[in-house]
């Protein structure tokens, strides 16, 4: 009981609990398929290395696959000459269409969603989740455009990956995205346990690949079409490390030159499994006994205490109901501006005679 | 002190503008021309290329396999017409029905003002047929349409069965977004306008329809067909609409992308395109197809079925199959695949074509020259007009130097009243009414009178009252008050260069073609004609110069250009003929070359005229 309980404590020990995955494609239009293909291979991989629906935020900004002009009705091909369809017969799609806004993308990332929104369209993560975001679309220096009308800037993305650290909603996370300059998309992040890919650097266009006759579009980008294939030869037992995926879709490939991100890791990416952030490895000891928990677990690599974190207190009511109104705007104080109309009238009737005075009273 | 209101440098200014007006007139003429000119010199030219991002490249697999197949429909086709003796309704009908289509038939009548000798109808009576394909799953906002004429004789026939063998295959076909309508119009024209104005429930020219049954969403794009041959050497593609109108570039890169993809030899206004663009011949041979452009566009008319389309906002060109004595031939199949590829192209288009440039030139169909490039040619030329008023403005102002008689001195220094300058101005406008209005009311009795066709009659008429113009000044100046005076032709001359430059510059944004026509040869009389210069030879030059000369010119030029001379006979029949159906034009479908010529450049020019003979 007492080796248990101590390799109970080894069980707690690896970084992560749960694995959740956020999806976007950003783009509508059925000259954008590519975007959505990719997409859904992402997500179909990530389903297969095991994290559930429930654990996916898929968001598809439009749905090519009952679009009128698709020659195949309910299909998605991700490779030409259709031999892979991605689209398959169990895709659930959390935001659709008009839905993905970039409001919803950062409601989702933060957490701060209405409380009539469905579990499936939220990222309950906790402090243990290690979190997968991959973003694709068009995008250029510093920005990511959505839905042909508004954009997201890096700004703004590190600042909601940073409120995501300060409310403790991640363990890891790894953000990968395929759009035109995405690398910029990377530069300005500053919050810890952040690991950033991009398929193309500041300046160059992420191209696209698989074109289709039949279709009549361009099946897939070139970054994550090497990146599918790279991730079909990923099982949930394979020992494959992020190194390996740094090194997909070489500028031979590619024609754009793929870039990452690794300074805010704190873990060096040769001991990261691919399968910690694609699939959702759970670790499972069967025992026949029964384990007395009643001790708090210490974990066994004999690490010092991590610092205790509490949440940050998100309304703060006690310091507003006790605190004067700050006033927002500074107005001259009144008696300034008394004297001031008391100068302005002397002037006048010094200029024009006393005499005028009569008209007023 | 600044540069306008320092008097020293005002006055500096003022005379450097009075003594050199002359050259820098000159000189923006002949930059103007040169301008023009150079524009059809290949590396001052842009490459096409397309600018829909939805429309992307050729990408598309092109299946259609039944080419043969269309022509035998084709030929069953042309023996029922000769049967019928018209357009054969009820055949099409059940044919277009059988292929899946929604069938509707409309029937209109129009009896033109005259008789149209050109192609002998006068009281003209049709049935279009259209057959609609509902897009299968997409809800019906918006429509394409494919349309072949119904030509007496033995023309268009390959086309109106390519046009029912392609329907077919497009019935097979899941993938389309938009519904396709295949229209057979009869009486070209006359049967599209009705067509179109049953479509969109407007009715500008007066014909009467019955109304359409059947409706598609709105109109994206519009193919229109001819094809008289079961084999052709090249395909040429006609732009030119009602007005000079031109569609969007993309539709004229789209088919080029695709004749390239397909090896068909492609060419606009029948001219194949040349590599060598730096030898004189190359030169001139993309200076005759541009002024071919501009000849067409500058006339008005439109020189396909298409171009009445152009009109409700609708891109559409028409695609006209050419036999001639080469040795490489294509058969229907792959002018069905080039139709096919074009179709799901433009099935892709999420909003009506308008990334590419509504106005433009084309030297050749793989290059272009947009409106920002060929504007400063009509600029230069505006530029003289503008700097004539200058001057006379300037010499209005300035006090005469010399003085005999101190009194009438002072006399004549009183501004003209506006009254003078209102009667040259009303009488030549009422003059361009009478020439607008007259020759049609008046046909029925000059024919009694003349042994000529209603045809003849009108046209006749039309010469005469514009003849009958060249003697007002000698009528009006009777009717002026006091003797016309210096200042009097000069504020005339002030107001009609205006009026010119306003006239030019408006028609020249609409119909860029024949604004620089007309600046061409009204801006250099503007710019000279006074009382004071010999009168007998500017008379001449002025006749010469006249829009009337001007078209005279243009006809024979135009068929120089077309490689096919004619004689002066010829030529004078011709130009007659050209000037029936631009009346013919205006009444049928609303050209506005005629009413334009007629109402404002008639009686501008008669404002010179008055000014040359200014007593």
Not at chain 1, 183 to 203: D, K, T, W
Not at chain 2, 28 to 36: D, L, Q, T
Not at chain 2, 57 to 66: D, L, Y
Request: net charge negative; proline share 5%; aromatic share 12%.
């Amino acid at each position: 009981v007492c080796a248990l309980h101590n390799s109970a404590g080894q069980f707690f020990s690896s970084g992560h609990t749960n694995n959740w995955a956020v999806l976007v494609c950003t783009s509508r239009f059925w000259f954008n398929y590519r975007h959505v293909a990719n997409t859904l291979s992402v997500y179909r991989s990530v389903k297969r290395l095991g994290i559930p629906d429930s654990h996916i935020v898929l968001m598809l900004a439009d749905d090519m696959a009952c679009n009128h002009r698709n020659p195949k009705p309910a299909t998605v091909f991700s490779h030409k000459n259709m031999e892979l369809n991605v689209y398959g017969d169990d895709v659930e799609v959390d935001y659709r269409g008009y839905e993905v806004t970039v409001e919803n993308f950062l409601r989702v990332l933060t957490g701060r969603l209405p409380p009539s929104t469905p579990r499936s369209k939220r990222l309950l993560s906790d402090d243990r989740s290690n979190i997968l975001i991959y973003l694709t679309g068009h995008g250029g220096n510093g920005f990511l455009k959505f839905q042909d009308s508004e954009e997201i800037s890096n700004v703004e993305l590190a600042d909601a990956f940073e409120q995501m650290w300060q409310k403790r909603r991640y363990n890891e996370l790894l953000f990968i995205i395929d759009t035109c300059q995405g690398a910029s998309m990377y530069e300005r992040f500053y919050s810890p346990n952040i690991m950033a890919l991009a398929s193309s650097q500041v300046g160059e266009d992420s191209l696209s690949h698989q074109p289709d006759l039949a279709i009549g579009v361009h099946l897939m980008d070139r970054y994550t079409f090497y990146m599918l294939e790279f991730l079909e030869d990923i099982h949930p037992a394979s020992k494959t490390n992020m190194n390996d995926l740094f090194k997909v879709c070489p500028k031979s490939q590619c024609v754009s030159t793929p870039g990452h991100r690794t300074d805010l890791f704190l873990r060096d990416p040769g001991s990261v499994l691919i399968t910690d952030f694609f699939g959702s490895v759970r670790k499972v000891e069967l025992t026949m006994d029964a384990i007395n928990l009643t001790d708090p677990i210490n974990p066994v690599n004999g690490e010092e205490q991590k610092e205790v974190y509490s949440y940050a207190d998100q309304l703060p009511v006690s310091e507003i109901i006790h605190q004067k109104p700050k006033q927002k705007d500074w107005h001259p104080p009144d008696g300034f501006i008394l004297g001031l109309w008391t100068l302005i009238l002397l002037v006048f009737f010094k200029t024009y005679g006393i005499k005028h005075l009569k008209h007023i009273f | 002190m600044g540069l306008l209101s320092d008097p020293n440098r005002r006055r500096a200014l003022i005379s450097m503008l009075t003594r050199l007006n002359a050259p820098i007139c000159v000189v923006c003429y002949f930059a103007g021309v040169a301008w023009f000119m150079g524009l059809a010199f290949e590396p001052f030219t842009l490459r096409t290329y397309m600018s829909e991002n939805a429309m992307g490249s050729t990408m598309v697999e092109e299946r259609f396999p039944a080419g043969e197949r269309a022509l035998a429909t084709g030929r069953e086709f042309a023996a029922h017409k000769k049967k019928v003796g018209g357009m054969p309704v009820d055949w099409l009908v059940k044919n277009m029905q059988d292929r899946g289509l929604e069938v509707f038939t409309q029937s209109f009548s129009r009896t033109l003002p005259f008789p149209d000798e050109n192609k002998e109808r006068y009281i003209v009576k049709g049935t279009n047929v259209y057959g609609i394909l509902r897009a299968p799953r997409a809800p019906r906002t918006e429509a394409l349409v494919l349309s072949a004429p119904c030509s007496p004789g033995d023309s268009n026939n390959q086309a109106v069965g390519l046009l029912l063998g392609l329907a077919q295959y497009f019935r097979n076909q899941i993938y389309w977004a938009k519904d396709i309508i295949f229209l057979v119009n009869e009486h070209d024209l006359i049967g599209m306008q009705a067509w179109l104005e049953g479509y969109h429930h407007t009715n500008t020219t007066g014909m009467s329809w019955s109304p359409l049954q059947g409706r598609g969403g709105s109109i994206q794009a519009a193919l229109s067909l001819e094809l008289s041959s079961d084999v052709i050497t090249s395909l040429d593609l006609v732009l030119e609409g009602l007005n000079g109108q031109l569609p969007n570039l993309d539709l004229a890169n789209l088919f080029y992308a695709f004749c390239q993809k397909i090896g068909v030899l492609c060419t606009i206004q029948g001219k194949l395109q040349r590599n060598d663009w730096d030898s004189v011949s190359g030169y001139s041979h993309t200076v005759q197809t541009m002024m071919l452009m501009v000849m067409k566009q500058a006339s008005g008319r439109p020189w396909g079925d298409h171009g009445l389309f152009l009109r409700y906002h609708i891109e559409a060109a028409t695609i006209k199959g050419v036999n001639s004595f080469r040795q490489y031939k294509t058969d229907a199949t792959t002018i069905g695949r080039l139709l096919e590829g074009m179709y799901r192209k433009l099935n892709n288009l999420l909003e009506r074509l308008h990334q590419s440039y509504f106005f433009y030139l084309m030297p050749s169909l793989s290059h272009f020259v947009s409106i920002g490039y060929y504007m400063p040619a009509f600029g230069l030329l505006a530029v003289i007009l503008l700097l004539r008023a200058l001057d006379l403005w300037v010499q209005l102002n300035t006090p005469p130097s010399t003085t005999e008689d101190g009194v009438a001195d002072i006399d004549q220094q009183s501004s003209p009243g506006v009254l003078s300058v209102l009667t040259p101005l009303v009488i030549s406008h009422l003059t361009g009414v009478a020439l607008y209005a007259l020759p049609i009311r008046f046909q029925e009795t000059a024919v009694e009178h003349f042994p000529v066709s209603e045809t003849e009659a009108v046209v006749l008429t039309a010469i005469a009252i514009y003849t009958a113009g060249l003697a007002l000044p000698h009528n009006t100046h009777r009717l002026l008050s006091g003797e016309g005076t210096e200042q009097g032709w000069r504020v005339l001359k002030l107001v009609a260069v205006l009026y010119l430059a306003v006239l030019l510059g408006c028609t020249a944004l609409i119909n860029f073609s024949l604004g620089f026509i007309l600046a061409l040869t009204l801006v250099p009389l503007a710019a000279f004609v006074t009382p004071h210069v010999p009168k007998v030879l500017s008379a001449f030059i002025l006749v010469i110069l006249s829009p009337a000369c001007t078209l005279l010119f243009s006809v024979f030029f135009f068929q120089e250009l077309q490689e096919m001379p004619v004689s002066f006979q010829d030529g004078w029949l011709l130009y007659l003929s050209v000037i029936s159906q631009g009346i013919l034009d205006h009444s049928l479908y609303g050209s506005l070359v005629y009413p334009l010529i007629a109402l404002l450049v008639y009686p501008c020019w008669l404002l010179f005229w008055n000014i040359l003979f200014w007593k």
